[in-house]
């Protein structure tokens, strides 16, 4: 968590900066908006902020939060991408769990997951743009739980009355691609 006091004396050097005042009732939305960030990169943030803010004002918190995050469309861009991964990794057979919960009712919004990977590659530029436009719409949403996209084999097991076996894990990192339900 930011400490209060170091994240102060930052951003009163950085209204010094803008030759500005900061009150304490703007110093707390600053910190209330940023506290859940650790301080070296909350001051990487600034930084950077400070080297590519083309305005002589102050920098607003969703300024200083575009430095930390990336923009909107980059997070967008970056969901796309794992898109793509999946696509790869899973394929039109194969369940799939992306650790972004905003991936999967994107994809859910678009047909699902079977419908998504039998696409002609010549639409995926028309469903990439969709799926950018979607995803900056779900990012206004507080959407926490994915949803499971299910593949044929499991579709057609499920129908059958077996359970979802094997799910292909996209964006967590480190952990297995393929983990067994249990």
Request: hydrophobic content about 40%; some cysteine; overall charge neutral.
């Amino acid at each position: 968590m930011l400490d209060k006091t170091k994240f102060a004396d930052i951003m009163t050097g950085l209204a010094d900066m803008y030759k500005d005042n900061i009150s304490e009732f703007m110093l707390d939305i600053y910190y209330n908006i940023l506290k859940d960030y650790p301080l070296e990169r909350v001051e990487k943030a600034i930084m950077d902020c400070i080297k590519n803010y083309k305005y002589n004002t102050m920098p607003k918190p969703a300024t200083i939060l575009e430095f930390l995050e990336g923009s909107k469309e980059d997070k967008a861009l970056s969901a796309w991408i794992q898109v793509m991964e999946g696509i790869k990794k899973a394929g039109y057979y194969n369940t799939v769990e992306f650790r972004d919960p905003i991936v999967s009712h994107c994809i859910d919004s678009l047909g699902g997951w079977m419908w998504l990977c039998s696409q002609d590659k010549s639409q995926l530029p028309f469903i990439e743009k969709r799926f950018l436009e979607l995803y900056q719409i779900f990012m206004r949403r507080e959407i926490e739980r994915p949803i499971l996209l299910i593949g044929y084999f499991d579709a057609v097991n499920c129908k059958k009355g077996y359970d979802t076996t094997k799910v292909v894990k996209i964006g967590f990192g480190e952990q297995k691609a393929l983990t067994e339900k249990g």
